[in-house]
């Protein structure tokens, strides 16, 4: 799906919002409602290679041709890459799946979480890196050691492995409530983080020592 039909759909869904808000002579949706009506649409993200386009640097990670859903990793090398949605109101659900993984040298990837939506300059530093959740740039959960890390603290423990082939992670973002939680594989694992920021974000993978494996939108 193309960012132009991305950005058509999450208008229909508020559409849907007021039309429910007008009919019932509501002054807000209530959360639940909100709630059910985004995860009942399908996740119309696709990956975003435009932040990296020109920079004179290795190509890490191949989004395919034809299914921007699905991205290929090139090299062992730390690096981030980011959906191409925009999320700066009520809840929104990521769903990604694990087509195949490789370790080649380290067992802590891959790292799911959002990324503040900064100037395109901002977010291309961190092309080679997976520390974006310092300097309150966002949040994020390590699949490998099921691990969550923010500006507030690292390391905290929480949920299950998201780290085999075939695994399924959903990361819903609710501003709302200012959360983020996941489901691993069918299980709920709960609120991930609180208080979060009310500002734009997006969805941020993050990859390491992952030649070969590749990952998908669902």
Not at 187 to 200: H, N, P, R, S
Request: with cysteine.
């Amino acid at each position: 799906m193309s960012q132009s039909d991305s950005k058509r759909r999450q208008l229909l869904i508020r559409g849907y919002l007021r039309n429910f808000e007008t009919q019932f002579k509501l002054s807000f949706i209530p959360d639940g409602i909100q709630h059910i009506i985004y995860l009942f649409q399908k996740n119309c993200d696709v990956w975003d290679d435009s932040i990296f386009a020109a920079l004179e640097k290795p190509q890490h990670i191949q989004i395919d041709a034809k299914e921007k859903d699905v991205i290929r990793v090139l090299d062992d090398a730390r690096c981030t890459i980011y959906g191409s949605h925009i999320v700066n109101t009520g809840v929104y659900k990521w769903t990604l799946k694990i087509l195949n993984i490789n370790y080649n040298n380290i067992n802590y990837p891959p790292f799911v979480g959002v990324i503040k939506n900064t100037p395109n300059d901002v977010l291309a530093q961190h092309y080679s890196d997976t520390s974006w959740y310092t300097s309150h740039k966002g949040y994020m959960l390590c699949g490998g050691v099921q691990k969550l890390y923010c500006s507030a603290f690292n390391e905290k423990t929480y949920g299950k492995a998201f780290d085999r082939s075939n695994h399924v992670i959903e990361m819903i973002l609710n501003l709302n409530k200012k959360t983020i939680s996941y489901t691993i594989n069918g299980t709920d694992c709960g609120v991930a983080f609180k208080d979060i920021e009310l500002v734009d974000y997006r969805f941020a993978l993050g990859v390491c020592g992952n030649r070969g494996s590749s990952f998908q939108f669902l």
